[in-house]
C-alpha cells in the first residue's frame, strides 16, 4: 500500500462501483443500507417507512464524520449499541441460567456428601451380611453333610437288608404251615428272586458270590416244592380218571370223555395260581422258564395217558363199525379227533395261558392214531370212486372247512394232509392202472361197436315213446315209473326230442363210447382231488389214450360198418371229448424232458474211423474228442393235449370229407384221375375210355351217385352230429369238392379237344346245376325218411323193438355207471363256434373246489 500513491487508491475506491465492470458491486441489500444510513444521517426517513421526525437526542449522539476511520469507528460503536439493545432478553436469561446452575452445584455438593455417608453405610452392611452369608454356608454344609451321612447309613441298611433275608426266607420256606398254593408262598418267592437279582447286579460285593449261591439254593427249594405240588395235583387228577372203579370199558365215549376231562377240570383251579405266576416269571427267568417247560410236559404225558388209550379204542370201535364204509370211517375218526383235540385244547387253556411244543407232541401224538388207522386200509383201495371220495373229504371237509378255520386243530392239519398226501399217490397210481386197462386195452363188447344200429334203436325207442306220450300223457308218470333206470334215460331222449327236434341219441351221456365216458369220468373226479400240476400231468395222458381208444374203435367200426360210420363216430367223440375237457381250469401242456444220444453215435462212428489217433499227443486225439463231442443232450418237449384232440379231429375231418367226396363223386374222381395222368392230352379223345359216350356214362353215374349217396350221408351226419351248423360246416368242403371235380372236367374237356357236338354228348353240368342238384337231393332226403349210409332198409319197417328189450340190452353193454349229465357246447373244428344242442352228461366238479 506505500507503493501504491494516495491518486491511486481515489481512483479504485471510484471504480468499486463504476457502471462499467465495478470492482465492488454492492447487492440490492447492501445499496438499501446504505440508503437507510444516509437517511438516518440527513435526519429524513427512508422510503420503506412513514416519514417521521428524527429525535433530538439521537441526532446529538451522532458523532462527527470526517474520515473514513471516524465513519468506521462510528459505525462499529453504533453496530455495539444496536446489538447491546436486541441482546437484553439474552443477557437476563442468562443471569437467570446462572443462578441457576449455582444452585445446582449447591446441590450436587450436597449429594456428594449423602452419597458418601451412604457408600459408609453399605461398607457396613456388606460386612455383617458376608458374616451373616458365611454363618449359613457353615450352617447348610453341616445340614448337607448330615444328610450324606444318613443317606449312607440308609444305603448300607438297604444293601444289608438283602445280606439279612437269607434265614427269615429260609424259615418261612421250611415252615409246615407254608402251602404252594398262597399268596404268601409266591411273597417269599418274589423276595428271593428280588434278593438274588440284586446279588446278581452287585457281583463286586464282597461275599456277593456266596449270597448267591444261598439264595439260588433257596430258588431251588422253592421250585422243587412248586414241582412236587403240581406233579401231585396231576397224579391226584391221573389216578382218579384211571382208577379201574370209576372207568369202565363199557361206557360210551361221552361219558368217558366227560370223566376224563371233568377230573383234570376239577384240578384246574389248584394249578392255576401257581402256573399263572411261573408264566409270568418264566418270560424273564431261564429257571421258571425250565420249570414251565417240565410241568407242560408232566400235564401233556398224563393226558397222553389218561387220552391217549380212550382215543385209540375209539378209533378201533370206529374202523369195526365201518370196516367197508372208507368214507364214513374217515368222517367219523376226523370228527372224533377234531372234537378229542378241541376238547383237549380248551382243558389246556384252564392250565395255561399259551400253547407249548408240549401241547403239540401230545396232540400230534393223539392224531398219529387217523393216519395210523386209515392208511393200511387206503394204500390197498383199488376202487378209483372211493379214493377221489376220501381225498374231497379230506381236502374240503377236514382241512379247508374245519382246520382252516380253527387254528387249535393244526395237528389234525399235520395228519389229514399226510393222509392226504397218500390218498392223492394212491389215486394217481390207480388212475394210471385204470387209464391203461379200462381205456387204452378196453376191449369193446359187440353192443359198445353198434353204430349206427344203436343210433337208429334209440331214435326209434325215443319216437315210439313220443306216440304213447302223446296218446296217453295223463298216464306218463306211471310209465316212467314202472321202467328201469335206463328206461328213465331213454324217456329223457323223448322230452329232449320234443324240445330240440334236432336232437340225437349220440347226445345221450350213455351213448358215449366207454373209453370216453371212463376218461372224463375219471378226469372230472380227479380234478378236485389232485394238485394242479399233477393233475395236468394225468389229465394229459388220459386224454392222449382216449384219443387213441377211439381211433381204436373207429377203426374196428369202418371195418365192420364203413368208413363213414367209423370217421363219424370218432369225430363225435372227439368233439365231445374236445367239449368237456373245455371247463377245466388247467393247462393240459406237460413238459417231458428225453435225452438225445445222436451225438454219442456220431463221436462213436468217428472214433471207430480214427483208430490210429486214439492216443495220440497232438490237438487231434479221437479218444479226447469222443469224450467232448459224445455227451447226450437234454431236450425238452411240451405235450399238449388239446392240441393233440385238435389235430386228430382235423385228421378225422379231412378223412371223412374224402371219404364223402369218393362216394358222391367216384367216377368222376376215377375218369380225372386217369385223365390227368394221361398224356399227351390232345390224343385223350382218341381212348375208348374217354370217348364222348364214355363220358356221358360217367357224368350220369356220378350224378346217380349223388342222388343215391347224398341222402344217407347227410342222415348219417345227422344222426351222428346232431347239429346243423357242424353238419353244414363238414357238408360244405364236400359239396365243393363235389362242384370242383365237375369243374375239372370241363375244363379237360375244353383242352382235350372235344368239339361242341361232344360236350353236348357228355352233357357236364356247369357248377351253379351241380349246387343246385346237390342243393334239390338234400332237400328230397329232407322230406323222406332215409336210412343212414351204410344201412340198407329192414324188409319189415313197421317193426319196432320195445323200450324193455333195448333197455336190457344198454344195460348190458354199459355195465358201468355214469355221472349224471351235464350241458355243455360243442366246440367244431377251425375254430369257428358252433353252438351245440348237445347234452353232455359229465358232472359238474370242473368249478375249483
Same mark, same amino acid.
Given at each position: 500500500?506505500?507503493?501504491?500513491?494516495?491518486?491511486?487508491?481515489?481512483?479504485?475506491?471510484?471504480?468499486?462501483?463504476?457502471?462499467?465492470?465495478?470492482?465492488?458491486?454492492?447487492?440490492?441489500?447492501?445499496?438499501?443500507?446504505?440508503?437507510?444510513?444516509?437517511?438516518?444521517?440527513?435526519?429524513?426517513?427512508?422510503?420503506?417507512?412513514?416519514?417521521?421526525?428524527?429525535?433530538?437526542?439521537?441526532?446529538?449522539?451522532?458523532?462527527?464524520?470526517?474520515?473514513?476511520?471516524?465513519?468506521?469507528?462510528?459505525?462499529?460503536?453504533?453496530?455495539?449499541?444496536?446489538?447491546?439493545?436486541?441482546?437484553?432478553?439474552?443477557?437476563?436469561?442468562?443471569?437467570?441460567?446462572?443462578?441457576?446452575?449455582?444452585?445446582?452445584?449447591?446441590?450436587?455438593?450436597?449429594?456428594?456428601?449423602?452419597?458418601?455417608?451412604?457408600?459408609?453405610?453399605?461398607?457396613?452392611?456388606?460386612?455383617?451380611?458376608?458374616?451373616?452369608?458365611?454363618?449359613?454356608?457353615?450352617?447348610?454344609?453341616?445340614?448337607?453333610?448330615?444328610?450324606?451321612?444318613?443317606?449312607?447309613?440308609?444305603?448300607?441298611?438297604?444293601?444289608?437288608?438283602?445280606?439279612?433275608?437269607?434265614?427269615?426266607?429260609?424259615?418261612?420256606?421250611?415252615?409246615?404251615?407254608?402251602?404252594?398254593?398262597?399268596?404268601?408262598?409266591?411273597?417269599?418267592?418274589?423276595?428271593?428272586?428280588?434278593?438274588?437279582?440284586?446279588?446278581?447286579?452287585?457281583?463286586?460285593?464282597?461275599?456277593?458270590?456266596?449270597?448267591?449261591?444261598?439264595?439260588?439254593?433257596?430258588?431251588?427249594?422253592?421250585?422243587?416244592?412248586?414241582?412236587?405240588?403240581?406233579?401231585?395235583?396231576?397224579?391226584?387228577?391221573?389216578?382218579?380218571?384211571?382208577?379201574?372203579?370209576?372207568?369202565?370199558?363199557?361206557?360210551?365215549?361221552?361219558?368217558?370223555?366227560?370223566?376224563?376231562?371233568?377230573?383234570?377240570?376239577?384240578?384246574?383251579?389248584?394249578?392255576?395260581?401257581?402256573?399263572?405266576?411261573?408264566?409270568?416269571?418264566?418270560?424273564?427267568?431261564?429257571?421258571?422258564?425250565?420249570?414251565?417247560?417240565?410241568?407242560?410236559?408232566?400235564?401233556?404225558?398224563?393226558?397222553?395217558?389218561?387220552?391217549?388209550?380212550?382215543?385209540?379204542?375209539? =378209533?378201533?370201535?370206529? $374202523?369195526?363199525? #365201518?370196516? /367197508?364204509?372208507?368214507?364214513?370211517?374217515? +368222517? &367219523? @375218526?376226523?370228527?372224533? !379227533? *377234531?372234537?378229542?383235540?378241541?376238547?383237549?385244547?380248551?382243558?389246556?387253556?384252564?392250565?395255561?395261558?399259551?400253547?407249548?411244543?408240549?401241547?403239540?407232541?401230545?396232540?400230534?401224538?393223539?392224531?398219529?392214531?387217523?393216519?395210523?388207522?386209515?392208511?393200511?386200509?387206503?394204500?390197498?383201495?383199488?376202487?378209483?370212486?372211493?379214493?377221489?371220495?376220501?381225498?374231497?373229504?379230506?381236502?374240503?371237509?377236514?382241512?379247508?372247512?374245519?382246520?382252516?378255520?380253527?387254528?387249535?386243530?393244526?395237528?389234525?392239519?399235520?395228519?389229514?394232509?399226510?393222509?392226504?398226501?397218500?390218498?392223492?399217490?394212491? =389215486?394217481?397210481?390207480? $388212475?394210471?392202472? #385204470?387209464? /391203461?386197462?379200462?381205456?387204452?386195452?378196453? +376191449? &369193446? @363188447?359187440?353192443?359198445? !361197436? *353198434?353204430?349206427?344200429?344203436?343210433?337208429?334203436?334209440?331214435?326209434?325207442?325215443?319216437?315210439?315213446?313220443?306216440?304213447?306220450?302223446?296218446?296217453?300223457?295223463?298216464?306218463?308218470?306211471?310209465?316212467?315209473?314202472?321202467?328201469?333206470?335206463?328206461?328213465?334215460?331213454?324217456?329223457?331222449?323223448?322230452?329232449?326230442?320234443?324240445?330240440?327236434?334236432?336232437?340225437?341219441?349220440?347226445?345221450?351221456?350213455?351213448?358215449?363210447?366207454?373209453?370216453?365216458?371212463?376218461?372224463?369220468?375219471?378226469?372230472?373226479?380227479?380234478?378236485?382231488?389232485?394238485?394242479?400240476?399233477?393233475?395236468?400231468?394225468?389229465?394229459?395222458?388220459?386224454?392222449?389214450?382216449?384219443?387213441?381208444?377211439?381211433?381204436?374203435?373207429?377203426?374196428?367200426?369202418?371195418?365192420?360198418?364203413?368208413?363213414?360210420?367209423?370217421?363219424?363216430?370218432?369225430?363225435?367223440?372227439?368233439?365231445?371229448?374236445?367239449?368237456?375237457?373245455?371247463?377245466?381250469?388247467?393247462?393240459?401242456?406237460?413238459?417231458?424232458?428225453?435225452?438225445?444220444?445222436?451225438?454219442?453215435?456220431?463221436?462213436?462212428?468217428?472214433?471207430?474211423?480214427?483208430?490210429?489217433?486214439?492216443?495220440?499227443?497232438?490237438?487231434?486225439?479221437?479218444?479226447?474228442?469222443?469224450?467232448?463231442?459224445?455227451?447226450?443232450?437234454?431236450?425238452?418237449?411240451?405235450?399238449?393235449?388239446?392240441?393233440?384232440?385238435?389235430?386228430?379231429?382235423?385228421?378225422?375231418?379231412?378223412?371223412?370229407?374224402?371219404?364223402?367226396?369218393?362216394?358222391?363223386?367216384?367216377?368222376?374222381?376215377?375218369?380225372?384221375?386217369?385223365?390227368?395222368?394221361?398224356?399227351?392230352?390232345?390224343?385223350?379223345?382218341?381212348?375208348?375210355?374217354?370217348?364222348?359216350?364214355?363220358?356221358?356214362?360217367?357224368?350220369?353215374?356220378?350224378?346217380?351217385?349223388?342222388?343215391?349217396?347224398?341222402?344217407?350221408?347227410?342222415?348219417?351226419?345227422?344222426?351222428?352230429?346232431?347239429?346243423?351248423?357242424?353238419?353244414?360246416?363238414?357238408?360244405?368242403?364236400?359239396?365243393?369238392?363235389?362242384?370242383?371235380?365237375?369243374?375239372?372236367?370241363?375244363?379237360?374237356?375244353?383242352?382235350?379237344?372235344?368239339?361242341?357236338?361232344?360236350?353236348?354228348?357228355?352233357?357236364?353240368?356247369?357248377?351253379?346245376?351241380?349246387?343246385?342238384?346237390?342243393?334239390?337231393?338234400?332237400?328230397?332226403?329232407?322230406?323222406?325218411?332215409?336210412?343212414?349210409?351204410?344201412?340198407?332198409?329192414?324188409?319189415?319197417?313197421?317193426?319196432?323193438?320195445?323200450?324193455?328189450?333195448?333197455?336190457?340190452?344198454?344195460?348190458?353193454?354199459?355195465?358201468?355207471?355214469?355221472?349224471?349229465?351235464?350241458?355243455?357246447?360243442?366246440?367244431?373244428?377251425?375254430?369257428?363256434?358252433?353252438?351245440?344242442?348237445?347234452?353232455?352228461?359229465?358232472?359238474?366238479?370242473?368249478?375249483?373246489?
Amino acid at each position: 500500500m506505500d507503493n501504491m500513491t494516495l491518486k491511486e487508491i481515489q481512483n479504485k475506491l471510484l471504480l468499486w462501483e463504476a457502471a462499467e465492470n465495478p470492482l465492488a458491486p454492492l447487492t440490492s441489500s447492501q445499496r438499501e443500507a446504505i440508503l437507510d444510513l444516509e437517511s438516518v444521517i440527513l435526519g429524513v426517513a427512508s422510503d420503506s417507512e412513514e416519514k417521521k421526525p428524527i429525535p433530538q437526542e439521537d441526532s446529538q449522539d451522532i458523532a462527527p464524520v470526517e474520515t473514513a476511520y471516524d465513519f468506521l469507528n462510528w459505525y462499529e460503536t453504533l453496530n455495539e449499541q444496536n446489538l447491546k439493545k436486541y441482546d437484553a432478553p439474552y443477557e437476563a436469561y442468562y443471569k437467570q441460567l446462572e443462578d441457576r446452575r449455582n444452585e445446582c452445584v449447591s446441590l450436587t455438593n450436597q449429594i456428594t456428601s449423602t452419597m458418601s455417608d451412604l457408600n459408609k453405610l453399605s461398607d457396613e452392611y456388606n460386612l455383617v451380611s458376608n458374616k451373616t452369608n458365611a454363618l449359613h454356608t457353615m450352617s447348610e454344609q453341616l445340614l448337607a453333610d448330615q444328610n450324606k451321612l444318613s443317606a449312607i447309613g440308609d444305603d448300607i441298611k438297604h444293601k444289608m437288608h438283602y445280606f439279612t433275608q437269607v434265614e427269615h426266607l429260609s424259615q418261612r420256606l421250611n415252615s409246615p404251615t407254608m402251602s404252594v398254593n398262597s399268596e404268601q408262598f409266591f411273597h417269599v418267592l418274589a423276595k428271593i428272586d428280588e434278593c438274588l437279582d440284586y446279588m446278581r447286579a452287585n457281583s463286586t460285593f464282597k461275599e456277593a458270590h456266596t449270597y448267591t449261591v444261598k439264595y439260588r439254593h433257596l430258588q431251588s427249594r422253592a421250585i422243587s416244592l412248586i414241582r412236587s405240588y403240581v406233579t401231585q395235583i396231576l397224579n391226584h387228577a391221573t389216578e382218579q380218571v384211571l382208577d379201574p372203579d370209576e372207568s369202565n370199558e363199557s361206557e360210551t365215549m361221552d361219558t368217558a370223555y366227560a370223566v376224563y376231562f371233568g377230573k383234570f377240570q376239577a384240578a384246574a383251579p389248584k394249578l392255576r395260581m401257581v402256573i399263572s405266576e411261573i408264566e409270568k416269571r418264566a418270560e424273564n427267568n431261564e429257571d421258571y422258564a425250565s420249570l414251565l417247560s417240565d410241568v407242560q410236559r408232566e400235564y401233556a404225558v398224563r393226558r397222553a395217558r389218561v387220552a391217549g388209550g380212550a382215543a385209540e379204542r375209539a =378209533l378201533r370201535g370206529a $374202523a369195526a363199525r #365201518h370196516a /367197508r364204509d372208507h368214507c364214513a370211517l374217515l +368222517r &367219523a @375218526a376226523c370228527s372224533l !379227533l *377234531a372234537l378229542a383235540v378241541r376238547d383237549e385244547c380248551a382243558l389246556y387253556r384252564h392250565f395255561f395261558a399259551h400253547p407249548s411244543p408240549a401241547l403239540e407232541e401230545y396232540l400230534q401224538s393223539l392224531c398219529n392214531g387217523l393216519y395210523e388207522t386209515l392208511r393200511p386200509d387206503i394204500i390197498h383201495i383199488n376202487h378209483l370212486e372211493t379214493l377221489a371220495e376220501l381225498c374231497v373229504i379230506l381236502r374240503v371237509e377236514v382241512i379247508e372247512e374245519q382246520v382252516n378255520n380253527d387254528p387249535s386243530l393244526s395237528a389234525l392239519a399235520a395228519a389229514a394232509r399226510a393222509l392226504l398226501q397218500d390218498a392223492q399217490e394212491r =389215486l394217481v397210481f390207480r $388212475a394210471h392202472v #385204470h387209464l /391203461r386197462a379200462d381205456v387204452l386195452r378196453y +376191449r &369193446a @363188447a359187440p353192443g359198445d !361197436l *353198434a353204430y349206427p344200429d344203436k343210433l337208429l334203436m334209440m331214435e326209434e325207442i325215443a319216437l315210439s315213446l313220443q306216440e304213447q306220450s302223446l296218446k296217453r300223457s295223463d298216464s306218463r308218470n306211471s310209465l316212467i315209473s314202472d321202467i328201469s333206470a335206463t328206461s328213465q334215460e331213454v324217456a329223457n331222449i323223448n322230452v329232449e326230442v320234443q324240445r330240440r327236434p334236432q336232437a340225437s341219441p349220440a347226445d345221450l351221456h350213455g351213448m358215449w363210447y366207454p373209453g370216453v365216458r371212463r376218461t372224463l369220468a375219471a378226469l372230472s373226479r380227479l380234478y378236485r382231488c389232485l394238485e394242479k400240476r399233477v393233475f395236468q400231468g394225468l389229465a394229459q395222458e388220459a386224454i392222449s389214450l382216449c384219443v387213441q381208444s377211439v381211433d381204436i374203435a373207429a377203426k374196428q367200426i369202418s371195418a365192420n360198418k364203413t368208413n363213414i360210420d367209423g370217421e363219424l363216430f370218432q369225430i363225435k367223440h372227439l368233439l365231445i371229448l374236445r367239449e368237456q375237457i373245455a371247463p377245466f381250469q388247467v393247462d393240459f401242456v406237460v413238459k417231458e424232458t428225453t435225452l438225445d444220444f445222436s451225438n454219442v453215435k456220431n463221436a462213436a462212428y468217428g472214433l471207430m474211423q480214427k483208430p490210429r489217433q486214439i492216443f495220440s499227443l497232438n490237438s487231434n486225439n479221437a479218444l479226447l474228442e469222443f469224450l467232448l463231442e459224445g455227451t447226450p443232450m437234454v431236450r425238452e418237449h411240451l405235450l399238449d393235449s388239446r392240441k393233440e384232440v385238435d389235430r386228430q379231429l382235423k385228421s378225422c375231418c379231412e378223412t371223412f370229407i374224402k371219404y364223402s367226396t369218393e362216394i358222391l363223386a367216384g367216377p368222376l374222381i376215377e375218369f380225372i384221375e386217369k385223365a390227368q395222368a394221361f398224356t399227351p392230352p390232345d390224343q385223350l379223345k382218341s381212348q375208348l375210355w374217354a370217348t364222348p359216350g364214355k363220358l356221358a356214362v360217367v357224368v350220369k353215374e356220378a350224378q346217380k351217385c349223388i342222388k343215391a349217396h347224398l341222402a344217407p350221408l347227410q342222415r348219417s351226419m345227422q344222426l351222428y352230429l346232431a347239429n346243423k351248423e357242424t353238419e353244414f360246416i363238414l357238408f360244405r368242403p364236400i359239396r365243393n369238392n363235389v362242384v370242383g371235380y365237375f369243374v375239372q372236367l370241363e375244363q379237360i374237356l375244353s383242352n382235350s379237344g372235344y368239339t361242341y357236338d361232344d360236350l353236348l354228348i357228355v352233357a357236364c353240368p356247369t357248377p351253379e346245376q351241380v349246387s343246385v342238384f346237390i342243393s334239390s337231393a338234400s332237400l328230397i332226403s329232407h322230406s323222406e325218411p332215409v336210412l343212414p349210409y351204410g344201412k340198407k332198409k329192414p324188409t319189415n319197417i313197421s317193426h319196432r323193438p320195445s323200450v324193455t328189450s333195448i333197455s336190457e340190452k344198454l344195460e348190458e353193454n354199459n355195465s358201468n355207471p355214469s355221472p349224471p349229465p351235464n350241458q355243455n357246447s360243442i366246440r367244431p373244428l377251425n375254430q369257428n363256434p358252433i353252438p351245440s344242442h348237445n347234452q353232455n352228461p359229465l358232472p359238474p366238479p370242473y368249478q375249483n373246489p
